[in-house]
């Protein structure tokens, strides 16, 4: 058995665990939870410890049979590329646990239920991942829709029915198209190798460029509505809003990156000529996700809607990194999908805090924190700030690897696109001066600064930030 099978087990044995639990105890259910996530992080990170770099392929390989009439398996593996967003999936889940240990108090489904939908979302996160299997990739995929539409609609604020049913409906029509592409690409492996869904396979069919163009665009149009890219972006600003804090962390820090993961992984790689056919319009599209998602954060009044329309613009960088087919644009592409879950991280929960001690998401009711709650008030800023991709925090390496790498082959998007880094001086700065900074806002003197419990959580996701700003290098070797 991989380790990487074990990682998929233990959130499914702490979920039974919390299920067979005591009904009444919410803080046991609790620590159970958090030890559960504790676990599978500090595993995952001794799993980076024993990948081998200097290796090709994929290591930690398990491969069973599983629905033997279509040659489906229960395959997994990683390479550098996945073993990042697992561990930074791993590390995310018991500091969101942490951090929003009493948001499931007012929910929906109860306590239990919360913990239990989490901890099963963090198996389908790894299993997303690391599956080398097709169809294996395909079933974890749509099933990570299932507690997260329950996280939303249970747990969140607001229009929070609406929010939900929203983001499954986008992601359903998106999983429909990649079913069609998956039924199609099958149907030529069978013709041509006896049918496999094994990813390694499947690169190496011969399918001409009309039957590519529509298989690609299957699985694209389904990766771009996950990650998201304008035009299929709607959704998110609805659903980040209604989130609760640890939610809307793991569903714009975790799930949207198999939205792009997806696009290296199974667009650029089965299908390399249409990649390359849609690549301009791509890069098109890149852009004005950049702009687009710069310029409605600039005039955005709640601040989780802020967070998100900064999402969509981060989302177009990683894309327009990814098809400028170069090794820094891929490169920062890829570091920027694990610094980008740190930082939203970062936003998420720092503003999850701001409204609850506020009870209001909207950023001019938070003026004057700076005196008030300074420890928070810094908390946020740093993430604002590695968020327009300041130097020496996370985000700047890999925005600039991704304009480098852009420039050499697409030198106008990568010129348009650093106009991205100007906007969002802008959208952090202007509501940090709102919030933070000026007089203090009326009801908001006896507003309480963090707690030990959040400075716990916050700060590795800050060392985090700082640490991958000045030296990079350990991420970027292993992908």
Known sequence: MSILTVLELLPLIGAVVIGFGPKNNSKLVKQIALTTSLVVAILSLWMWSQFDTSKLGFQFVESRTWISAFNIKYAVGIDGMALALIVMSTVLVPIVFLAGWNESENGRFGVKTFYILMLVLETLMIGVFAATDLFLFYVIFEAMLIP??????????????????????????????????????????????????????????????????WLFLGFFIAFAIKAPLWPLHTWLPTAARSSSAGVATLLLGVLDKVGTYGMIRFCMTLFPDATRTFTPAIITLAVISILYGAFLAIGQRDINSLISFTSISHFGFITLGIFAMTTQGNSGATLYMLNHGFSTAALFLTAGWMIK????????????????????????????????????LSSFVSEFLVLVGTYTRYPVAAVLGTFGVILAALYILIPVQKSLHGPTTSGNENLLDLNKREIIAIAPVIALIVALGIYPKPALDLI
């Open 357 to 392: 001690r506020r009870n209001s998401s909207t950023i001019a009711d938070f003026g004057g924190l700076q005196r008030v709650t300074p420890i928070l008030a810094w908390t946020f800023f740093i993430a604002g700030l590695s968020s327009l991709a300041l130097p020496g």
């Open 148 to 213: 997260v539409y329950f996280l939303i609609g249970g747990y969140g604020r607001g229009e929070r029915a609406a929010a939900a049913l929203k983001f499954l409906l986008y992601s359903l029509f998106g999983g429909l198209l990649m079913l069609a592409a998956l039924i199609g690409t099958y149907i030529i492996s069978t013709n041509q190798s006896g049918g496999t869904f094994d990813i390694t396979q499947l690169s190496q069919l011969t399918i001409d460029s009309a039957t590519q163009n």
